[in-house]
C-alpha cells in the first residue's frame, strides 16, 4: 500500500508541478511590469507546494497556533530543518516570502524554472562567493519590504535534533536592520525519507514565533535568542511544556 500511495503521489506532484508552471509563467508574464517584489508569482509556487502536500494521501500538513495573515517588511524567517518536505509544510504559511536554496535545486526542470519565477536566491554551499552574493541578494529583497526564508542550520538534520545555527540569516538581519522571525517544524521528519522514494506516514505543523529586533543585538545573543524560540516551539509542538523538558 505505502507502494502504491508513493506511485500515486509522485504522478500527482508531478501533474501539478507542470500545470502549476504553467499558470506561474502566465502570471508572471501578466504582471511582471507592475510586481517588482514577484508576490502573484511567488504565491502561486507556495500554493503548487500547498496542493501538492493536500494531494499525498500519508501527509496531515497545516499550521498550529496563531499566525499573521500577511507578512511585509524586513524579516528574516528562519527555520530549523528536518526533511525535504520542510517547504511543502511551511509553504502552508498565508504570506510570500523569498526563499534562500541550494543552486542545485535551479537545475531542476520545472522545479527550478518555478524557484526562478518565484524570486527565490540560489546558493552553492560552502562556497563564500556564491553566499556572498545570495546574502546580497537576499539584502535586496529586504529593501523592498520582502521577507527572505533561510534555514540557518545549512542542511537537514539527520536524527530531528537541531544543528548548530551559521552566521549568515543572523549577519543579514542585523546588516539590513531587519527583524528576524523564528518557525519551528516538527513532525517533518519520516515524511519524505533520505534515499528513499516512499513517502513516509506524516502529521507535521509549523508555528510562528515572536520577532525578534536585531537592533543593539550581537550576532551570538541573535542567534541564541531564535534558537531559543525554536527549541521551545518543537517541545510546544511534541505537547511537552518547556518547563518540564
Known amino acids: 500500500m505505502r507502494a502504491l500511495a508513493s506511485l500515486w503521489t509522485w504522478f500527482a506532484i508531478g501533474v501539478t508541478l507542470l500545470v502549476g508552471f504553467c499558470l506561474q509563467l502566465v502570471l508572471w508574464l501578466a504582471t511582471a511590469a507592475f510586481d517588482p517584489r514577484r508576490v502573484v508569482a ?20 497545516g499550521i498550529e497556533g496563531e499566525t499573521p495573515r500577511g507578512l511585509r517588511g524586513r524579516y528574516v524567517v528562519v527555520s530549523n ?55 546580497g541578494r537576499c539584502a535586496e529583497w529586504l529593501e523592498k519590504e520582502m521577507p527572505v526564508m533561510i534555514f540557518p542550520e545549512g542542511t537537514r538534520s539527520k536524527d530531528g535534533n537541531m544543528l548548530p545555527f551559521k552566521d549568515g540569516a543572523f549577519r543579514l538581519a542585523i546588516d539590513a536592520q531587519a ?12 515524511a519524505l525519507p533520505k534515499s528513499s522514494w516512499k513517502f513516509g506516514t506524516s502529521r507535521a505543523r509549523v508555528m510562528v514565533g515572536t520577532p525578534i529586533d536585531s ?11 531564535a534558537r531559543a524560540q525554536i527549541e521551545a516551539m518543537r517541545l510546544r509542538l511534541a505537547g511537552v511544556s518547556p518547563h518540564r523538558a
Open 42 to 61: 511567488g504565491r502561486c509556487f507556495r500554493l503548487i507546494g500547498v496542493t501538492a502536500a493536500k494531494l499525498n494521501p500519508t501527509w496531515h500538513f
Open 81 to 135: 530543518h528536518e526533511s525535504n518536505a520542510d517547504p511543502f509544510l511551511i509553504s502552508f504559511l498565508p504570506w510570500e516570502m523569498k526563499w534562500l536554496g541550494k543552486a542545485n535545486l535551479f537545475k531542476i526542470p520545472i522545479v527550478g524554472w518555478s524557484m526562478w519565477l518565484a524570486g527565490d536566491i540560489p546558493v552553492v554551499r560552502g562556497k563564500r562567493s556564491s553566499i556572498g552574493e545570495a546574502l
Open 179 to 190: 527583524l528576524v522571525l523564528p518557525l519551528a517544524v516538527r513532525g517533518t521528519h519520516d
Open 215 to 225: 537592533a543593539g543585538k550581537t550576532l551570538e545573543s541573535l542567534k541564541e535568542e
